[in-house]
């Protein structure tokens, strides 16, 4: 079956410090991958995906590279900001369709401190 | 400017109580899902809608059910609450032409089963 693994959390960093959320995935067929994002009090939203090996999503400053040879979707960003303390979560879907298909890792908390 | 409202925000249930939790959105959007999210868990998707009159089970529909008599509406009724069904509910949707993985989120609905 399908599966995401994320790295445990919670992660603290001080502002501008450089982020790593670890991602790796487990899948039959070829997967698009994404992150989504959970403020505090919100619910998830996009934050950036992949659709194919060797694509790179960004948005905000983050970005993620789609590595087929390693099945990861690591997320990096070079300079956190207070403003994304959030919870991050990885996720993966098996083309268009089913929503039985889109599969979500645990989250992983990040905290970043002034 | 809404897309996905949940209503309610909050709620406490005896066990044994029945309750539904709404979802509305303005999207037009024809696919809608509901999830649970336990702490320190990913997502598990309840029960999913393609169209009106349309629904099926997802991962952990036990104890759920569903109607999805328009676009717009997609309630989750919970039978005979128990403690299990404590957690946070999320309702999301998206329209048919985008991919699997590209979800619009409520802001959720945090339920306490005592």
């Known amino acids: 079956g399908n599966s995401v693994t994320q790295m445990e959390g919670p992660v603290t960093l001080s502002e501008e410090a450089f982020l790593t959320i670890n991602c790796t995935y487990t899948a039959t067929g070829y997967p698009s991958l994404f992150w989504y994002v959970q403020y505090p009090g919100e619910g998830l939203q996009l934050l950036l995906k992949a659709t194919k090996a060797d694509d790179k999503g960004s948005n905000k400053g983050f970005e993620a590279t789609y590595r087929k040879e390693t099945t990861s979707f690591h997320l990096e960003k070079g300079s956190v900001q207070v403003s994304d303390s959030a919870v991050y979560f990885c996720?993966?879907?098996?083309?268009?369709?089913?929503?039985?298909?889109?599969?979500f890792g645990s989250g992983t908390q990040l905290t970043v401190l002034p | 400017n809404a897309g996905v409202t949940q209503t309610p925000k909050f709620r406490i249930l005896k066990i044994g109580q029945s309750m539904t939790l709404q979802c509305t959105q303005d999207?037009?959007?024809?696919?809608m899902y509901w999830y649970r999210q336990d702490p320190g868990m990913g997502l598990k998707l309840i029960y999913y809608s393609v169209g009106a009159g349309i629904t099926d089970k997802g991962e952990v529909p036990n104890g759920y059910n569903v109607s999805r008599s328009t676009t717009e509406d997609f309630p989750l009724r919970l039978e005979l609450a128990a403690p299990s069904q404590t957690s946070v509910y999320f309702c999301a949707s998206r329209p048919s032409l985008a991919g699997a993985g590209e979800l619009f989120f409520g802001e959720g609905s945090r339920l306490t089963v005592l």
């Open positions: 996720a993966l879907a098996i083309s268009s369709g089913s929503a039985r298909q889109l599969t």
């Open positions: 999207m037009n959007h024809n696919y």
